[in-house]
């Protein structure tokens, strides 16, 4: 049986992650939780070590930065629920790796995360596991100043178009309330 691709996104700090949890522990079963942030800095080391902590110990955490699609084919097999937090994060990643993105123009960058990004769909939807997907929603405010902050906007928000394309299921979280959108979604 196929399980269900959803996606969880919402702004900063509006709760999508605890309810990206709370969708994975109803659904129930086997949880791999792949964690996509480098914590680099003091600051991310904490916010990681939160995120840990509020986890249900007996949940797999895989940490991956770059190679996400792979892990999620692999633990995709076995597990009964893939959550993958976070797609914005691991889009920052790829952008900021000179080693994959050193000499290209935006629109190859563009194009070389998206392509990544297919790969994602298309490993979430080769798997029996549900895969829930928490992104950002990083194009609701203002215009970013600077050039590489207006291409991971652009990024972000074709890769949430895709996502939501593919999504049984896509949860738009303000203020810790999810509203399940694709039910309410008009037709064109």
Sequence with gaps: MQGKLILVTGGSRSGKS???EHLAKKIGGSVVYIASAAALDEE????????RSARPAHWQTIEETH????VLRHAGQSAEVILLDCLTLWISNLL????????KSDEEKEACIINRVDELVQAALSVPAHVLVVSSEVGQGIVPEYPISRL???IVGLANQKLAFHADEVYLTVAGIPVELKSLAAEY
């Design 67 to 70: 190679d996400i699609p792979r």
């Design 96 to 103: 900021l790796d000179d080693s994959l993105m050193g000499g």
């Design 152 to 154: 991971y906007r652009d």
């Design 44 to 51: 991310m080391l904490r916010r990681v070590a939160k995120h």
């Design 18 to 20: 605890s309810v990206a």
